[in-house]
């Protein structure tokens, strides 16, 4: 379950700082952009924790 929640936080963390990173570079974002943005950024966040913590598959 520990393990369950630390990816969990990481994936989240990644998530925000996408968002973040997505806010700043535009200004106005269609339906469709903001949609495939939100997978792009959930699929790399969730690749990131598992790397970090070591749970490739």
Do not use: H, K
């Not at 990481?10 to 339906?31: H, K, N, Y």
């Not at 950024?41 to 924790?49: E, H, K, N």
């Amino acid at each position: 379950m520990r393990l369950v929640l630390m990816t969990s936080a990481m994936t989240g963390l990644f998530c925000a700082g996408f968002a973040a990173f997505v806010d700043v570079v535009t200004e106005a974002l269609s339906m469709g952009t903001l949609i495939a943005l939100a997978f792009v950024s959930g699929f790399l966040g969730s690749l990131f924790a598992q790397v970090v913590l070591g749970r490739r598959r």
